[in-house]
């Protein structure tokens, strides 16, 4: 009985533990990208390391990011869950319900000519609102890049 109740505390520290740790990652990531870059004009650049924790803090907290500048790389990639309308996104794949399913990244929108799906791109747009609290990326540049990135991330 006390090696299960011991098992039990253990896990609720553990689950404790993490949540705060999150907690801390989180609010670290939102005064690196937003706090210190107050002015418009400064590009908030999403890494390899931090990909899903910042792209996430970005649509928890999308109120401080609408209007900002916005850089990442990653796949381009024709959404297929639109029939009626063609919706492209830049993503990484992530941790999902399936192993490795997940899909990270945002719409994007560009007026100029689209790249092959599937090419490896670095896009830098402003975030901005549309229809019922979706987010997308209005593109200022697109540009295919030769190496590629980690097209799957975890963090």
Same mark, same amino acid.
């Given at each position: 009985?006390?090696?299960t109740?011991?098992?039990i505390?253990?896990?609720?520290?553990?689950?404790?533990?993490?949540?705060?740790?999150?907690?801390?990652?989180?609010?670290?990531?939102?005064?690196?990208n937003?706090?210190k870059?107050?002015?418009k004009t400064k590009?908030?650049e999403?890494?390899?390391k931090?990909?899903i924790?910042?792209?996430n803090?970005?649509y928890?907290?999308?109120?401080?990011? %609408? $209007?900002?500048t +916005?850089?990442?790389? !990653?796949?381009?990639?024709k959404?297929?869950f639109?029939?009626?309308? &063609?919706?492209?996104?830049?993503i990484?794949?992530g941790?999902?319900?399936?192993?490795?399913?997940?899909? %990270? $990244?945002f719409? +994007?929108?560009?007026d !100029?000519e689209?790249?092959?799906?599937?090419?490896?791109v670095?896009? &830098?747009?402003?975030l901005?609102?549309?229809?019922?609290?979706n987010l997308?990326?209005?593109?200022?540049? %697109?540009?295919?890049?030769?190496?590629r990135?980690?097209?799957?991330v975890?963090?």
């Open positions: 009985m006390k090696k109740f011991v098992l505390m253990f896990f609720i520290i553990i689950l404790l533990f993490n949540k705060v740790y999150n907690y801390h990652l989180m609010a670290e990531i939102f005064k690196q937003v706090m870059n107050e002015n590009i908030i999403i890494k390899d931090l990909f924790a910042q792209t803090d970005i928890m907290n999308s109120r401080y990011y %609408i $209007g900002k +916005i850089k990442y790389e !990653g796949i381009f990639y959404n297929p639109f029939e009626d309308e &063609i919706v492209y996104d830049v990484r794949y941790p999902g319900c399936c192993a490795g399913d997940g899909i %990270i $990244g719409e +994007i929108l560009w !100029g689209y790249p092959k799906e599937g090419d490896w670095e896009v &830098i747009g402003v901005e609102k549309f229809g019922e609290g997308r990326l209005r593109i200022t540049s %697109i540009k295919v890049l030769e190496t990135g980690r097209e799957r975890y963090q």
